[in-house]
């Protein structure tokens, strides 16, 4: 399993009956998580008085009770900065088990001497985008919800790589692939955090099963003679690391060559030791 323990501003401090007892800064947050099954006795006194707590809906969504908890708050990561909202269905704008590939990011790039060219897709609030600019990149930030790429471009002058060369795209992550690819640009790597559903421009339907593999290998047409890496990530239960390699063997190794890794990512807990799985990612790179 990849996890990373080099957090200071986060933290997992417990997870018991459906939900974690996170630490985010200065505050204390209680959000669901339908992968804790297990109930285990809730000791640590910060369960009993959060800043705030995310309560499912039996209609579904849900809503925050806020105890003493701004709208917004900003914590770092090393040399980013993250601003972190309260978002609807729990969210607040990272996810910190992403750190261990923020950690990949960095070191491939700065490994490769020389100038990178990044392809960041369903690229949220831009950590992997942060990440890969610092690092020393060049990148082109897409995501289809405009608000989306605006939080990202706050995260990024909050870690001072708003002056680094990142394009900012409000657009649908396929419709955009396929202007690039008749417009005959290329990438020497390409990150992706394809949601597990979801619905495009024209009220297309998106489920990652059906449609990831075709996806990737369309995406495999943007990658340059000399691509370095592709990062894919899966949040989708029920789909395993193994099928990321799989897909990643079939579309990228079997043309370009190179190797295909895949684990699941966690966060450890600082309570009982143990570690929480937080989906998977597959990581292929070239020499």
């Given at each position: ?143 289809a919800a405009k608000g989306m ?99 990643c063997e079939s579309v990228f ?35």
């Open positions: 399993m990849w996890l990373n323990d080099n957090w200071t501003d986060y933290e997992l401090i417990d997870c018991s009956d459906g939900e974690r007892l996170e630490r985010w800064g200065d505050f204390i947050l209680i959000r669901p998580d339908p992968q804790v099954i297990w109930k285990t006795p809730r000791s640590d006194p910060r369960w009993r008085n959060p800043s705030a707590r995310y309560i499912r809906s039996t209609r579904g969504g849900g809503a925050w009770e806020r105890f003493n908890l701004p709208d917004s708050w900003s914590i770092g990561y090393r040399n980013l900065r993250f601003n972190i909202k309260p978002m609807n269905f729990k969210h607040t704008g990272i996810f910190p088990e992403q750190a261990v590939n923020w950690e990949f990011i960095d070191k491939r790039i700065k490994a490769s001497g020389r100038e990178l060219s990044v392809l960041n897709l369903f690229a949220y609030t831009g950590a992997a985008t942060l990440a890969a600019a610092a690092a020393g990149a060049s990148v082109c930030h897409v995501d790429v605006s939080w990202a471009r706050e995260n990024a002058e909050a870690s001072s790589v708003s002056s680094k060369p990142i394009r900012w795209i409000v657009d649908d992550c396929r419709a955009f692939i396929e202007r690039e690819i008749r417009r005959g640009r290329f990438y020497d790597a390409i990150i992706m955090d394809p949601p597990s559903y979801g619905r495009g421009p024209s009220g297309e339907i998106w489920k990652l099963e059906d449609d990831l593999y075709n996806f990737v290998l369309l995406c495999s047409r943007l990658l340059s003679e000399r691509p370095s890496f592709v990062l894919l990530n899966s949040y989708t239960t029920g789909l395993s690391a193994s099928v990321l390699t799989y897909i190794s079997a043309h370009f060559g190179g190797e295909s890794i895949s684990d699941e990512l966690g966060l450890p807990v600082t309570g009982s030791g143990l570690i929480l799985p937080c989906g998977s990612s597959c990581r292929w790179t070239l020499g």
